[in-house]
């Protein structure tokens, strides 16, 4: 009988089919609207966050890359360099760079964005000015170990200020802008080079001092005017009301599989970072990546005044377009990689590019000027996309957050040893050829490229064990990371 009195006090089944259709139709209206508020949102984070990021991304590359277009400009002969001394200078940037990034990573979020991120870049902002009443080698080589100390702190504290702003299929963009404007800063370093010409002998200063001091000056008002406008988080940021703040609220409980935790660092992620191969893979070919980048990026102008005979004027204009192609390759391949969640499409359709490219100018003696500079827009095809894509795939599969953190620390502290190692690969012993510099950068696109194919087995083969797990077949790790069931890897 109580079963029977149960049954009754359940409605029809064409009345309960109505009842879950309005449940559907409800929930469906609430996801669309949240959709719509959340686009709003993100949109609003575009326009708030994101452009201080890209500035103070724009002004570290623009100080640290002006070395390369202030030494076509005197700053060899003034300083009285001889021999490897600008290639040492060059390099010597990066030692406290690499050793500042890993801690950057893991103390930014407990001190806050809002102070290490504007402190570093006043820094390194007073540096570069300084750098501009340099008088001999050993204090151009002051401000360079200095310089990179406070610019360490700066690109895993963007990359993880991202991370704690926007989702995971967001984030591939959002670090494709940072790699973006390296790529803008070193046109506009150019077209800032070629106008600073034209101060050649202002107050008795040679233009490459003005260089130093205009761009440190310009660091160091932006650095200021961060203090006030980097938010301490969504629970305070000036631009968002109640209503988005809620809506944050959701993002962050929505991406808890991604980010594992509330910052709060413990030795088991650390430890769980270095045992994971796949971190060890990413970084090997970022150091690969960042030599080519840096490279290039900081060599590219001296190329084209003693490597193909420009002359100074040439050789600062004609550099503009080269990176300005490199930014605009970037920009659209990094759109395409957060929009299908491809990421390793986007890490290896331009590396030919720069096969061909780097190949061209290893064996085009024979070639023109002309087919020479045009090879340099196929290597600007891939020099910035490899190193973004790159962090921003071992960005998406790395979590928890502890992990991510120590993950990326670990691949930009050590991928940073590509720049000391492009700082001797490029020696004006070698021009007009450069073939050290060449060859090595091809060899190191084709070792990343290999590489990329062993990350994609590797992921594919996780994601094949993880469905095991799904299944019921295998057990679940006793630590969430991304080797949990629940966490499917972007590939």
């Known amino acids: 009988m109580s079963v029977h009195r149960g049954s009754e006090d359940l409605p029809e089944k064409p009345e309960l089919d109505t009842q879950l259709q309005q449940i559907e139709t ?79 990573a893991l103390i930014v979020k407990r001190v806050g964005f809002n102070r290490v991120i504007p402190a570093a870049a006043t820094c390194w902002g007073l540096v570069c000015l300084g750098n501009g009443f340099a008088k001999n080698f050993g204090d151009l080589v002051v401000c360079r170990l200095l ?36 790529a803008i800063s070193s046109a506009f370093s150019g077209l800032i080079a070629f106008g600073i010409l034209f101060m050649d002998g202002a107050a008795g200063y040679p233009g490459w001092r003005w260089l130093y001091i205009i761009e440190g000056s310009v660091t160091v008002v932006v650095a200021i005017l961060c203090f006030f406008i980097i938010p301490t988080s969504y629970t305070t940021a000036y631009f968002l009301n109640e209503d988005d703040r809620a809506v944050m609220r959701k993002r962050a409980e929505l991406t808890e599989a991604y980010s594992g935790g509330q910052g709060h660092y413990t030795r088991t992620d650390f430890m769980m ?159 007009p050829a450069y073939t050290l510099g060449h060859a090595w950068s091809l060899g190191a696109i084709c070792i990343s490229f290999g590489l990329w194919w062993v990350l994609r087995h590797i992921y594919y083969t996780r994601e094949s064990l993880k469905e095991s797990i799904r299944d019921g077949t295998a057990p679940e790790p006793t630590e969430f990371s991304d080797r949990a069931g629940s966490y499917k890897y972007q590939h």
């Open 147 to 182: 310089m990179g100390m406070f610019e360490g702190f700066l690109m895993p504290s963007l990359t993880l200020m991202l991370a704690n702003w926007y989702k995971r299929e967001e984030i591939g963009l959002r670090i494709s802008y940072l790699f973006i404007a390296s």
């Open 273 to 431: 970072a270095i045992k994971d191969v796949k971190t060890w893979i990413h970084t090997l070919i970022q150091v690969m990546c960042l030599t080519i980048l840096y490279g290039f990026s900081v060599f590219l102008p001296i190329i084209l005044r003693f490597g193909f005979n420009f002359s100074v004027e040439q050789s600062q204009y004609l550099s503009i377009p080269v990176f300005f192609w490199g930014s605009v390759v970037y920009a659209v391949v990094g759109y395409l990689s957060d929009r299908f969640s491809r990421r390793f499409l986007a890490c290896v359709i331009c590396a030919p590019f720069g096969m061909v490219g780097y190949s061209m100018l290893l064996g085009g003696q024979h070639l023109s000027v002309g087919v020479k500079y045009f090879a340099c827009f196929l290597i600007a095809t891939c020099v910035w996309m490899m190193g973004g894509a790159n962090i921003a795939w071992l960005s998406t599969n790395s979590a928890p957050d502890g992990k991510r953190a120590a993950s990326l620390g670990l691949a930009l502290a050590i991928g940073n040893l590509g720049g000391i190692i492009s700082g001797q690969i490029y020696p004006q012993t070698m021009a």
């Open 26 to 104: 409800a929930t469906d209206a609430e996801d669309a609207d949240f959709k719509r508020r959340e686009a709003r949102v993100v949109a609003k984070l575009d326009l708030y966050i994101c452009p201080i990021l890209i500035v103070l991304q724009l002004i570290s590359f623009l100080d640290r890359g002006n070395i390369g277009f202030a030494a076509t400009q005197g700053m060899i002969g003034d300083l009285n360099l001889v021999g490897t001394q600008l290639n040492t200078a060059v390099s010597l940037f990066y030692p406290l760079y690499i050793l500042s990034e890993f801690p950057a």
